[in-house]
């Protein structure tokens, strides 16, 4: 059976008339075992695919060798369904003309879906959310499935749907679906897919060329089928008075919870985190007590605990202590710092890369050069890789860097699907 564990950071001590609390909890699952084998519910799993016209032979050959692959994975006894999508969507496994169904997977149900692929061709447009629509309704068909997972692919931008409809068409799946996108090639878009991903509680990423969707495909079956905790909730708990700030995941990406708060009651919000493997996430909580407290006095500021089917399975107490110690209460507790120069490294790079493309160099090089400054001072060196593809970097120190004359498309998009994942702290 899965266990969880959870450890708060913090430096609990504020200086006299300060009200605000920050601090780190991580939380770490063990024994999570595999998807639909603990609790109540079973597992589905659905592949959805870009079947438009812009996949051209080559990219349907890549899809079609990318979704045999990620079929081997799928375990048996699990229900699923590949879904194909461009202008419109349709199941291409399990075909049924009557009703919308799922397949349980079995060797059998292996082999016939794979043989299903070859009937794919590349036509038509792309409306993203017609596909998560219809793959929404596809998993609500089999009513005893409590983990759902899909992952969606595109190589294109959503040309057949206005933003409204596509929005309205993702909420459809949300509370229904978890989705990890993955875009191939250079010619989507970043932001469409990362509001699908951030609704939907999934990830984003790029696979740079068609022959590398096979394997990555393979890797996110592998990880969901690991995920043996089915959805998890993050409760935050303030006193009378109190104001949450925000609550966001700060590792092993940036993902800001806040806004899919549920009011447990009146001083308990539940956080959705989605399914769990054997993992360990971070959590940063902010919050604003009412009034400051007399010198010497000690507060619970919050109370934050990890919730599996309404049970509570770990649990961290935030604190505040008040004193007129200038060395304890200037102290900056490096979790809190490191996590928070991580999520404003995030937000520099994609507002750098936005100013950058709508001609405006002199916000580019300024947000790109607070990205330089920020990943050497958390030491996080993939985005300093990165960054270094798009900007040179003068003077990492000071964050001062040029834009670079050309530079690859697929190098852009490379640092902005990466400028949400953070480097852990050095405990």
């Known amino acids: ?67 045999a692959a990620a079929l081997d994975q799928i375990l048996d006894g699990t229900w699923f369904a590949v879904v194909a999508g461009n202008h419109q969507a349709y199941v291409l496994y399990p075909y049924n003309p009557q009703r919308l169904t799922l397949a349980r997977m079995s060797p059998q149900a292996r082999q016939e879906a794979q043989a299903s ?5 590349p036509e038509g447009g792309t409306a993203m959310g017609t596909w998560l629509e219809l793959a929404a309704t596809l998993v609500r068909t089999a009513p005893t499935v409590t983990q759902r997972h899909a992952i969606l692919l595109t190589d294109g ?80 708990w303030a006193p009378q008075g109190a104001q949450v700030l925000f609550v966001r995941q700060v590792s092993p990406s940036v ?8 009011e447990v009651n009146a001083l308990t919000g539940a956080y959705p985190t989605g399914s769990w493997g054997d993992e360990s996430r971070d959590f940063h909580v902010a919050v604003r007590l009412p009034a400051s407290r007399p010198l010497g006095q000690e507060q619970l500021a919050a109370r934050v605990q990890l919730v599996v089917g309404g049970e509570v399975q770990s649990q961290g107490l935030v604190k505040a202590k008040w004193s007129d110690d200038d060395e304890l209460t200037a102290r900056i507790n490096p979790e809190v710092a490191h996590y928070t120069g991580q999520a404003e490294l995030a937000e520099a790079i994609q507002e750098g890369l936005a100013a950058k493309a ?21 030491g996080n060196e ?6 270094r593809k798009v900007v040179d970097i003068e003077e990492p120190a000071t964050g001062k860097v040029r834009l ?4 690859d498309r697929l190098d852009e998009m490379a640092l902005d699907t990466a400028s949400t994942k953070t480097t852990r702290v050095k405990r």
């Not at 993902?255 to 549920?262: I, T």
């Open 404 to 407: 670079k004359r050309q530079v």
């Open 382 to 387: 993939e985005a300093t890789a990165k960054l």
């Open 157 to 236: 931008k959503n040309q057949h749907e206005t933003p409204a409809e596509l929005d309205a068409r993702v909420r459809t799946a949300v509370g229904t679906l978890q989705v990890d996108c993955r875009g191939v090639g250079a010619d989507w878009e970043v932001g469409e897919l990362r509001r699908i991903a951030q609704a939907l509680l999934g990830t984003v990423d790029l696979i740079p060329r068609p022959d590398q969707m096979a394997e990555e495909f393979a890797s996110l079956m592998r990880a969901s089928m690991a995920r043996g905790v089915a959805a998890a909730e993050l409760r935050v």
């Open 358 to 378: 709508s001609g405006d160099d002199r916000t580019a090089t300024a947000k790109l050069g607070r990205a330089a400054q920020l990943a050497a001072e958390t």
């Open 117 to 121: 692929l070859a009937a794919l061709r």
């Open 1 to 67: 059976m899965s266990s969880f564990t959870a450890a708060v950071y913090q430096n609990e001590f504020l200086a006299d008339g300060s009200t605000d609390v920050h601090a780190i909890v991580t939380v770490e699952c063990t024994g999570a075992g595999q998807a639909g084998q603990q609790g109540t519910g079973e597992a589905a799993e659905l592949i959805i695919v870009d079947c438009s016209g812009s996949m051209g032979p080559e990219g349907i050959r890549a899809v079609q060798a990318a979704a």
């Open 255 to 262: 993902e800001d919870l806040s806004a899919r708060r549920s």
